[in-house]
């Protein structure tokens, strides 16, 4: 299996939202690279003076400046993806690029609704802003107080806030949101193909940003294919799953699964266990 890990970010932040994982998988004798969205590649407080980069950037441009990076690669890498990186991920095996891919809190792709009351209290504002997919677009406080890191402590999500959260192009929410009306949606992946890279998503079952039953219905659909496609479930993680307390076990039960690639195949069902984790293995 690939020793080459791409970590791809989601909107409102930066890839400075990765370090944590980046430290431990180079612990670990992995290369990591964690490139940024075009527009991204500066300083939060950059971006935050100017934003207008960002304005009308959409899905297709971020995927294929991440397939320039990954088709730049000496082996094709394991793909990492939180929130829209976690969509991101899943049209970049789709498109056949990547030795394996992990989504977390994944935003979903064409067919897959995110209707769900907590995804609407998140975003829903941003969708009904008009024009907004050729705007920057701005994240309230208490918005991302609601949709990121509702469990923590009220110092611990400013601190977050602070550091981590940009404005963001509206085009992906529109994209996304919108893809049923798009017959040509940037966001659409073929559930049932045979040949692509194995797929592991990954849910925090506090998660409002992204509620788990969304989570789950994409794992569903692309159990259609034969490739093996697997699913992890993390009691008490908010969308910030991957930086919050205990970012450790996600990051470990990631390694683990990486390193059972390589492995013969026909491992055990793994049913959930009430205050640890579900691992469903087709």
Known sequence: MSRTIVFIHGGWVTPACWDPFVSYFEARGYRCLAPA????????????????????LGIDAIVDHYAGVIRELEEPPILVGHSFGGLFVQLLIDRGLGAAGIAIDSAPPKGIFAFAPTTLLSLGRILAIPFGWRKVVHWSYPEYRFAFVHTMAPDEQRRIWDDQIVPDSGRPFFEAGYSFLDRRSPARVDFAKPDRAPLLFISGEADRAMAPSTVRRMYRAHRASPARTDFLSFPGRTHWIIAQEGWEEVAGSCEDWIDSLGQASGDPLHDHVEGEFELLVQ
């Open 37 to 56: 969205w075009p527009g991204k590649d500066r300083p939060v407080e950059e971006i935050r003076a100017d934003p207008s980069p960002l304005a009308g």
